[in-house]
């Protein structure tokens, strides 16, 4: 939906949305034709190949795209390759997305651009994520804490994710808020707690925009125990920590996740399946991290 101030398509902001992929066939299509399905006119889709090593498949999937831009080159892992994506950007409003995650809705990127065009004092504006299994379908269970509370306990939690957030180019360099190359596992959070301390103004959207895939191939299901204590504990040294704060935050996000998944439960399967679910649950202990 067009803004009044604007007469035409020209004198919108270029929206660049960002994705870095590796070995990313499965699920690259998808992301590709839910950016093409947004309703806002100026997207440009930056889609970098980080060095993948499938025979070619992801370079085939790229290859029937001819809107995109994108190029192939060596691996330099994921943080470096939103990077140059971000630096070789031309729009106004940038975006960054995994290649396995994919839009809600076509009005997403519209949704963004009018909050921003309506609220100059935010440098970014971020939406609810939804997750989807590997085949797509909505995990209820997992819907994500949104809006202010969302923001509230980023400090704690990676709450936000930037697969629903955009923000103005110029907010995002004026603040030197890079991705650093430095972390595999903890980058989007680390990321997003630079934008917030030097002072980009977060608003949101009180509506579904992206989707993140959960599956087995994706890294946050791989990672490495002791690399993602070290990443956490340097973030906390950075950004400052509450041992007592993050682990009441804990227990809230478990309790308040443990209630989703028990109404899922049930609706899906009485109350045999929320008993064994629940069992299920029981059995496990909290992880303080």
């Known amino acids: 939906m067009q803004s009044p101030e604007l007469s035409s398509d020209e004198e919108l902001p270029l929206v660049s949305i960002v994705t870095a992929v590796r070995n990313g066939s499965h699920y ?3 992301l590709i034709e839910s950016v093409l399905a947004q309703d806002y006119p100026r997207i ?3 889609v970098i190949d980080d060095g993948s090593n499938d025979d070619g498949a992801t370079i085939r999937v790229l290859e029937q795209y001819p809107h995109l831009r994108w190029w192939t080159r060596e691996n330099k892992g994921q943080y470096a390759t939103q990077n140059e994506g971000l630096e070789a950007a031309s729009g106004s409003i ?13 009005s997403a990127v519209t949704l963004a651009v009018d909050y921003l065009l309506e609220h100059p004092e935010h440098g970014c504006v971020f939406g609810r994520t939804l997750n989807i299994g590997e085949d797509g379908d909505l995990l209820e269970a997992q819907t994500r804490i949104r809006g202010r509370l969302a923001l509230l306990l980023l400090k704690y939690y990676c709450t936000i994710l930037h697969c629903a957030l955009f923000v103005r180019t110029e907010d995002l360099f004026e603040a030197g808020a890079m991705f650093d190359p430095w972390y595999r596992l903890c980058g989007d959070w680390e990321w997003l707690l630079r934008l917030k301390q030097n002072s980009v103004a977060f608003g949101h959207i009180n509506q579904p925009v992206a989707l993140l895939r959960v599956h087995d191939r994706q890294t946050s299901q791989t990672w490495d125990e002791l690399r993602l204590h070290e990443e956490t504990q340097r973030i906390r040294r950075i950004y400052g920590d509450n041992a007592l704060a ?9 309790v308040r996740n443990l209630g989703l998944r028990a109404a899922v439960s049930f609706r899906r399967g009485g109350a045999r399946a929320l008993w064994a679910d629940l069992s299920e649950w029981a059995s496990r202990r909290f992880v303080w991290h």
Do not use: Q
């Not at 940038?94 to 839009?103: E, Q």
């Not at 993050?246 to 478990?254: K, Q, S």
């Open 246 to 254: 993050r682990r009441f935050v804990g227990v809230f996000l478990d």
């Open 94 to 106: 940038v975006s960054v997305i995994c290649a396995d995650d994919c839009y809600v809705t076509p």
């Open 44 to 46: 440009e889709h930056i």
């Open 28 to 30: 690259l299509s998808a």
